[in-house]
């Protein structure tokens, strides 16, 4: 492949090699070939070392065509080993040298803008890599076209116009064309083009396309491969589509879906769904499946689209909010490393948040606090490794104001295994009582973040199931934070004392405890020292509310909820989510055919909770495996009852609200089901 790369090194230095003789031990002239060697093997570990000593020789003539090669070969191994903000730049500007002598080397160049397309199609830059890729092919001839080809078939298979299904069939054209050609990458084009097809709605060409690919491939064996596992979830989207989902079933059980992984696949840290609307183009009804390729560490490596009913900006919208989601190590470990390279997920977009968590109005005050104050913080508010970032950054600086206000963050959103996530904590408790704090940080953010990292660390030891300072009690979930409430620094600040107060009560209250804690929202809502219309104030008024109509006092419950100050739209949006009373969590809640094939997975579900209890407009936002779960998780939520609550009008007590119903088959047969309340931030 680099041949001619070898050959125009040795006719640019001919100095370096002696007339008729061997090129002497660590030459130029062989540090150049050892490099271009573990280039072509995409080695990178071994090139770079190369490549940088190069770089820097001064043999190497700077602004000629080997300097601007061996710029665009480091630049492409530096995006290659996850180091893009450093490589992408080395090989645009390597590129750029090179393409006037693209005749001489049309290799490099081309495997340069393959590379940039790569890029661009990572960051979801449709016209930037379809621009790249169409530049190298322009340059390749006959089999080199191959991967070119491939990578263009991928970005367009959601543009509606041939180019795709144009794209593999010449890459299936050249591969016919060997004398010999091979059965794997005959079946990889096959599979390229039933899943386009797939996606125009062309469902019987599909068929035809992925069933060649099944054949070329050794057909349902029990050993697989990835390649194996995408292609027979493919054969299950058509099945699913033409309504035989007996077929389904058998190829998604023979791709390995539903079975090992799943468990801990549906226990992410982070798993937002693409908001619904004008920023994303994406409606209610809009529906893809997206394949994952997830680290050990719980990141996202790559996320891809391969079936939707929508256009390239469609189809990207799911695949970019995948590729946020994230989990914790210890979970991520747990997977098999064969799922976590093949797991595929159906995804739909969220018509809007579940609600107020109590936690917000404080965290929303320490970054206030942070903007006015000058410090550079992360912009996006869950990305827990930049804020891991800003906070060591700060410490190492000595800029104690800057750490305290990120770990405050961090500590809702770490995703690191528990014992870092306590060690920053305590570290953020023992900053916010540093008498040597900078006067620049006034209490109330002190004693707000002693409020959040107290709570994070609460959750974190009842998780663990780990003792903490005091048991949990009827009315107190969190004895700790009821204390803190009463320490003299917390009790003269309202929004640390009430946000305390609020986040110690258990969502569900019993016995003696619905009594006392009756009198800490009472005490909440008509806290003189938080404005009328706080959100802490509403969230206690909407719960008395709750309570007043639910034993009759119609009355005091309008009253109450006229206190808030909230239309009835937008008490849907930010009131506190209603205890859940009553769901069919028992093995008849198990599809019976699912059951037979063993399979297992989740559904995260968005729905509105109405007024008396009732769910409404339940609908899968993701679900593992597609399809499978769906409709017995709509069921399920459908005839779930909450704790009633009051509007004026009748109409959602919380609207969007989102569970996830765990689908598992233990030993006793029993459907598993967490019901869980999406993290506010």
């Not at 660590?26 to 990178?44: G, P, V």
């Not at 035989?244 to 058998?250: H, V």
Request: aromatic share 6%; proline share 5%.
């Amino acid at each position: 492949m680099r041949h001619q790369s070898t050959l125009l090194f040795l006719a640019l230095f001919p100095a370096t090699i002696a007339s008729a003789q061997p090129a002497p031990s660590n030459s130029l002239q062989q540090r150049f070939d050892a490099a271009t060697a573990a280039y072509d093997k995409n080695d990178c570990a071994a090139a770079l070392p190369l490549l940088d000593a190069l770089a820097t020789d001064p043999h190497v003539k700077p602004g000629s065509l080997p300097a601007a090669m061996i710029m665009a070969h480091r630049g492409a191994c530096q995006v290659r080993t996850g180091q893009a903000d450093t490589g992408e730049p080395l090989l645009v500007a390597g590129l750029a040298a090179m393409r006037p002598h693209a005749t001489e080397v049309a290799l490099d160049v081309a495997d340069a803008e393959n590379v940039l397309g790569t890029v661009a199609a990572s960051r979801w830059d449709h016209d930037g890599a379809l621009a790249h890729f169409d530049a190298a092919l322009a340059l390749q001839r006959d089999q080199a076209r191959g991967g070119t080809l491939q990578r263009i078939a991928l970005l367009t298979a959601f543009d509606g116009d041939n180019r795709a299904i144009d794209a593999a069939n010449e890459g299936l054209r050249l591969e016919m064309a060997k004398p010999k050609p091979a059965k794997t990458m005959l079946a990889q084009w096959h599979m390229l083009l039933g899943r386009t097809l797939l996606n125009r709605g062309q469902i019987k060409a599909a068929k035809a396309e992925l069933d060649t690919a099944l054949d070329l491939s050794g057909g349902l064996r029990d050993q697989i491969s990835a390649f194996d596992s995408g292609l027979r979830q493919d054969l299950a989207q058509a099945a699913l589509l033409t309504k035989r989902t007996e077929d389904a079933r058998r190829y998604m059980a023979y791709s390995g879906a539903g079975h090992a992984g799943g468990t801990n696949f549906g226990s992410a840290a982070t798993m937002e769904a693409p908001d619904c609307g004008a920023e994303t183009g994406l409606t209610p009804d809009d529906m893809a499946v997206v394949q994952l390729v997830i680290s050990q560490s719980g990141d996202v490596l790559a996320s891809e689209t391969v079936y939707s009913v929508g256009n390239y900006a469609k189809a990207s919208a799911f695949a970019r909010a995948a590729a946020n989601w994230r989990w914790k190590p210890e979970d991520a470990a747990k997977m098999p490393t064969f799922f976590r390279a093949t797991a595929r997920v159906e995804l739909r977009c969220t018509r809007g948040d579940g609600g107020l968590a109590p936690n917000a109005p404080a965290r929303d005050a320490i970054l206030a606090w942070a903007h006015q104050a000058g410090l550079t913080l992360p912009a996006e508010k869950d990305a827990w490794s930049s804020w891991l970032k800003t906070a060591e950054s700060a410490r190492q600086s000595g800029n104690a104001a800057a750490e305290l206000a990120a770990r405050a963050i961090l500590g809702d959103i770490d995703l690191r295994p528990e014992a870092d996530e306590l060690a920053s904590i305590d570290r953020g408790l023992a900053l916010a009582q540093d008498a040597s704090l900078p006067l620049s940080v006034p209490p109330s953010v002190r004693n707000a973040a002693r409020v959040l990292l107290v709570w994070d660390r609460a959750t974190i030891l009842k998780r663990r199931k780990l003792p903490s300072s005091a048991p949990a009690r009827d009315d107190v979930e969190f004895p700790v934070l009821q204390a803190l409430a009463a320490e003299p620094a917390i009790a003269a600040d309202p929004l640390a004392r009430n946000t305390s107060l609020l986040l110690a009560l258990p969502r569900r209250r019993s016995g003696s405890g619905k009594a006392a804690a009756s009198a800490i929202l009472q005490r909440v809502a008509s806290d003189s020292g938080l404005p009328d219309h706080h959100p802490l104030r509403q969230f206690a008024l909407l719960q008395l509310a709750n309570d007043a109509a639910d034993k009759g006092r119609l009355d005091e419950a309008q009253r109450l909820f006229a206190e808030t100050g909230l239309n009835q739209e937008q008490c849907a949006l930010i009131g506190p989510k209603p205890a859940l009373q009553a769901i069919n969590d028992s093995f008849t809640a198990f599809p019976e055919e699912a059951a037979q094939w063993g399979f297992e997975g989740w559904v995260h579900s968005e729905y509105d909770i109405l007024a008396d209890g009732r769910t409404a407009g339940v609908r899968a936002l993701a679900s593992y495996p597609p399809f499978v779960f769906d409709q017995a998780a709509e069921k399920m939520l459908a005839g779930a009852r909450y704790q009633a609550s009051y509007r004026p009008q009748n109409g959602a007590a919380c609207s969007a609200n989102r569970e996830t119903i765990r689908f598992a088959l233990p030993d006793n047969a029993m459907v598993a089901t967490e019901i869980k309340r999406k993290k506010k931030t």
